[in-house]
């Protein structure tokens, strides 16, 4: 994307720092150092690596990211704290790029309670720290924490003072996701009209998630004057997290029309960074998390497969490889329709006749209704089933069984035979034995069972059971196969199938009567 450089964007990523501030999300140096190949893949302007003077190891990781990193400016955070700046220098020594980040609160909160200074000592450590951190790098960057909270008239002396120091990046953090997007629109532009020397700094947002505005306020800020937003892979940071990095990249893209930004993110490895640091944290992104949630491509009614079938922009307003991903997928359940039902099982390689997709159609909408996920081997093994079964001679109908574990099992099964429908009940030591015994009385003859086999077809309780059978009788040996989520249904099936088979080679050499009399 090219244009104007006043509207250029600056993505500066504090996954490494903001997110590993997500109670539970610690990552090893290596994680961190493979999460920071991964933002200079995808062109992150700024990556900060952590808060050198926090502990050995976030000094480790900083030096190791900074001596590897070669495309982006790697970042350190510091208190207004001598001993911070200078940790955070000593970190970043070998970096080919690279940026101290000092902060302190200008809310009043802030000020008397935590820090217990008076305003104009936080503004004596403002012009101290930044002064400092500027003696020992070039780019520093500093930031108003709480600045969202801040007295307005307070707030713009503390960034008059900074920029004076010699702060080329100015953040305005909405440390506790407090501000709304017009409020925050207006905070920044304000500081940018009321400070002097505001045009000697970039402008940068920093947004918490606490009302779910994180990524809205980023934006708002942009449209404020901001060109740096400071943001997360997944939206992971302190307490509800910060604003998305997918989401404001793909959000500039996308509707550019209406906000004429641009950053240089290469978006396509946002699935691949989104998944790496999903898996290094261990928290699994939500389903429906826009962008890279699991649904965020993925369609399962049969009105929007449909429609995204015809053409995806009716239901998608990115395409799936913008993201990285291979293709919006179809996810097939109870609320599908025909279109994808046929497309899918292309997909799968099969070519069905007219009655055989119905009845398969049919048979995996019931599967819909019945199973929560419905998976590509529950379409094979329903298929194949379906056309294994479809011209045969005998068919199960009906199949209910009982069954307890300190009696005997009792079936009660209806087979279709030539056409006519034959119910029977019996018993056995087991449901599937039961129903075996009523197949044999209702064929009128008794192969030997040599194989029983059982497997599910997919993961968790509802999955369908895939059953096979091999039968032999006078010197003849089938196999049969059949698939239903009831395991027992699975294995009538399979031995009916069996059957078949068997009763053909049989009338092959002796015809024998079908039904007992
Ligand atoms: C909004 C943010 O995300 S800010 C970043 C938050 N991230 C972290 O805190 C993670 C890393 N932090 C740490 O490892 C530790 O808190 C350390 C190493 C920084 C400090 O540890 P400790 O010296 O034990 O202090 P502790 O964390 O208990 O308290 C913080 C101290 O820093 C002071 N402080 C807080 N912010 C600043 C600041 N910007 N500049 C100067 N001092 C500050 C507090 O007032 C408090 O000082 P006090 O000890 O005189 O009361
Ligand atoms: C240190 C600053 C940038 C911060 O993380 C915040 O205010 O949330």
Request: glycine letters at 6%.
């Amino acid at each position: 994307m090219s244009g104007n450089d006043a509207n250029r964007i600056r993505i500066f990523d504090t996954t490494l720092r903001d997110g590993e501030q997500s109670p539970g999300a610690s990552m090893t140096l290596e994680e961190k150092i493979r999460i920071a190949e991964v933002l200079e893949a995808m062109k992150v302007d700024i990556i900060e690596a952590g808060f050198a003077i926090a502990s050995n190891g976030d000094f480790e990781a900083v030096s190791k990211i900074a001596a590897q990193i070669k495309n982006s400016t790697v970042c350190s955070l510091a208190r207004a704290a001598t001993a911070d700046i200078d940790r955070a220098a000593e970190a970043l020594k070998s970096a080919k790029s690279s940026r101290i980040h000092t902060f302190i609160a200008t809310s009043p909160l802030h000020m008397r309670v935590k820090l217990q200074m008076e305003p104009s000592a936080v503004l004596e450590a403002i012009h101290r720290s930044v002064s400092h951190a500027r003696s020992r790098m070039g780019d520093v960057e500093w930031s108003a924490e709480d600045a969202t909270r801040s007295e307005i008239d307070f707030l713009c002396r503390a960034v008059e003072t900074a920029i004076k120091a010699g702060a080329s990046t100015i953040n305005l953090p909405d440390t506790v996701g407090y501000a709304t997007p017009a409020e925050y629109e207006r905070l920044v532009r304000t500081v940018i009209e009321r400070v002097p020397n505001s045009d000697k700094a970039i402008f940068s947002t920093h947004c918490h998630n606490d009302l779910g505005l994180a990524v809205a306020n980023s934006l708002a800020g942009v449209a404020g004057g901001a060109r740096q937003i400071e943001c997360t892979i997944n939206g992971i940071g302190e307490r509800a997290g910060n604003a998305a990095m997918e989401e404001i990249v793909m959000a500039l893209r996308t509707r550019h029309d209406v906000m004429p930004w641009h950053t240089n993110i290469e978006t396509t490895e946002i699935m691949r960074i989104s998944r790496l640091v999903s898996t290094v944290t261990g928290f699994a992104v939500q389903n429906n998390k826009a962008i890279v949630g699991a649904n965020a491509f993925a369609h399962e009614s049969g009105i929007h497969q449909d429609g995204v079938l015809k053409n995806a922009e009716t239901y998608e307003i990115m395409t799936p490889e913008s993201v990285g991903l291979n293709k919006s997928s179809l996810v097939m359940g109870k609320h599908s329709g025909r279109h994808a039902f046929a497309d899918k099982l292309r997909e799968l390689g099969y070519e069905l006749g007219d009655n055989a997709f119905q009845e398969c159609f049919r048979r995996f909408k019931e599967l819909g209704d019945r199973k929560k996920q419905i998976y590509d081997e529950d379409i094979v093994a329903l298929v194949d089933d379906e056309v294994a079964t479809s011209e045969n001679r005998i068919q199960v109908v009906s199949l209910s069984t009982h069954s307890s574990s300190n009696g005997r099992a009792v079936s009660d099964m209806t087979l279709r035979v030539d056409g006519e429908e034959v119910s029977v009940v019996t018993y056995g030591s087991g449901p599937v034995d039961a129903a075996f015994n009523a197949i044999k009385q209702i064929i009128g003859f008794d192969p030997h069972l040599q194989l029983f086999q059982v497997h599910a077809v997919t993961q968790g309780t509802d999955a369908q059971a895939e059953c096979t059978v091999r039968l032999e009788e006078g010197g003849r040996t089938v196999n049969g196969q059949g698939a239903h989520e009831d395991t027992v249904t699975a294995a009538a099936r399979a031995y009916v199938s069996a059957v078949n088979k068997l009763t053909l080679k049989r009338q092959k050499t002796a015809p024998q009567p079908m039904v007992a009399s």
